[in-house]
Antibody
Framework: QVQLVQSGAEVKKPGSSVKISCKAS????????VSWVRQAPGQGLEWMGW????????NHAPKFQDRVTITADDSTNTVYMTVNSLRSEDTAIYYC????????????????WGQGTLVTVSS | SSELTQDPAVSVALGQTVKITCQGD??????ASWFQQKPGQAPLLVIY???NRPSGIPDRFSGSRSGNTASLTITGAQAEDEAVYYC?????????????FGGGTKVTVL
């Protein structure tokens, strides 16, 4: 079973950017859709977007289309997400999650999850 | 985008059966997955493709679908099943290649 290890907690100022990483061990991410899901304090899960590292193109939820960039480095088995123009409402735990099976399209069956990265946006 | 609607909370007596529902147009086309989340933990996949369980998930968890409604049933609920349960599916517009989550249902085991 692949393990996803995310980068550590971040504290950012409003208007700045944050880049979070998600590295796989014990397996490859290459042909699997890897998603980013966030959870604001006391709130539900919110899907942000995904990428299949082998193909490189990402899809983003409309809400995040303008501020979020998802990239992948297939050679290091790592997926990244950058959130720009941070605001206080972006304070949340950000999870990466890997689909159960690979393919040319993601399925949304998130079988493996990272441990989460807390991003705090505060002046 | 599509929406998936879940009841906010439900309670069940220890050892009894509880059914959690998830409603949305996308479920007419795509299967739901179900995730269990306990406080301070990442979500855990418990059901996918209507009624498949990943390895290690007890068989008291089962899934079904009827029309635009997917359901997760816990038969013989245990204390450790107390958690928030989320459903998700692909967006109903396949060309958009997106995923949507339900708002979550908090299950309390009495």
């Amino acid at each position: 079973q692949v393990q996803l290890v995310q980068s550590g907690a971040e504290v950012k100022k409003p208007g700045s950017s944050v880049k979070i990483s998600c590295k796989a061990s014990g397996g490859t991410l290459s042909s699997y859709a890897v998603s980013w899901v966030r959870q604001a304090p006391g709130q539900g899960l919110e899907w942000m977007g995904w990428i299949i590292p082998l193909f490189g193109a990402a899809n983003h939820a409309p809400k995040f289309q303008d501020r979020v960039t998802i990239t992948a480095d297939d050679s290091t088995n790592t997926v990244y997400m950058t959130v720009n123009s941070l605001r206080s409402e972006d304070t949340a735990i950000y999870y990466c999650a890997k689909d159960l099976t690979g393919g040319t399209l993601g399925r949304g069956v998130f079988a493996s999850w990272g441990q989460g990265t807390l991003v705090t946006v505060s002046s | 985008s599509s929406e998936l609607t879940q009841d906010p909370a439900v309670s069940v007596a220890l050892g009894q059966t509880v059914k959690i529902t998830c409603q949305g147009d996308s479920l007419r086309t795509f299967s739901a997955s179900w995730f269990q989340q306990k406080p301070g933990q990442a979500p855990l996949l418990v059901i996918y493709d209507k009624n498949n369980r990943p390895s290690g998930i007890p068989d008291r968890f089962s899934g079904s679908r009827s029309g635009n409604t997917a359901s997760l049933t816990i038969t013989g609920a245990q204390a450790e099943d107390e958690a928030v349960y989320y459903c998700n599916s692909r967006d109903r517009d396949n060309s958009r290649n997106l995923v949507v989550f339900g708002g979550g249902t908090k299950v309390t085991v009495l």
